[in-house]
């Protein structure tokens, strides 16, 4: 075995056994519990885990992988948590679930709000923005934006401008 994939060993296995884990507990587990905390925990389990793995199996002690295996299980972990968020999140995904499941392959606009209405869509996501701090209700339908809201969009936009982004939904 190369001197890198050595040191890289305590990352890789502990990735692995995250990738396993996650599909076994998200079997078991309630569906309102199948969030960030849940994976953080799963990732650490699974990093520990296998850094006192390798340190029985290849005798490789902490002080010598962890500048290496730490930062690599770290960037293995955001990447995949960007990648598993995208797709679970992901309404374009949603809805192409529901016409990939229609025994015709189409939808109306009035099939794709029954399964997602537009109005409760857009109701939940202001509430999440309302009890998060960003927004205030003013009024039964008038909202504003809290300083923390402002703060938020100005660091959203800024990085819309240097990646010059357009309006995306």
Not at 28 to 56: D, E, F, P, Q
Not at 135 to 143: F, M
Request: hydrophobic share 55%.
């Amino acid at each position: 075995m190369t001197p890198v994939l050595h040191l890289a060993m305590p990352a890789l296995a502990g990735f692995a056994a995250f990738l396993i884990l996650h599909v076994l507990v998200w079997q078991w587990l309630a569906s309102t519990r199948k969030g960030v905390l849940a994976l953080v925990i799963c990732a650490l389990v699974c990093y520990v885990v296998s850094v006192i793995g390798c340190a029985v199996v290849l005798t490789l002690p902490l002080r010598v992988h962890l500048w290496t295996s730490l930062p690599l299980f770290a960037f293995l972990i955001v990447f995949y948590f960007h990648l598993y968020f995208a797709v679970d999140r992901s309404l374009s995904i949603r809805i192409l679930g529901e016409l990939a499941k229609s025994s015709n392959g189409f939808a109306t606009h009035c099939e794709l709000d029954a399964v997602y209405p537009r109005q409760d869509m857009i109701e939940r996501r202001v509430e999440v923005l309302r009890s998060k701090g960003y927004l205030t209700a003013t009024d039964g339908n008038t909202y504003a934006c809290t300083a923390r809201g402002r703060f938020l969009v100005r660091l959203a936009l800024l990085g819309k401008r240097l990646y010059n982004l357009r309006t995306a939904g």
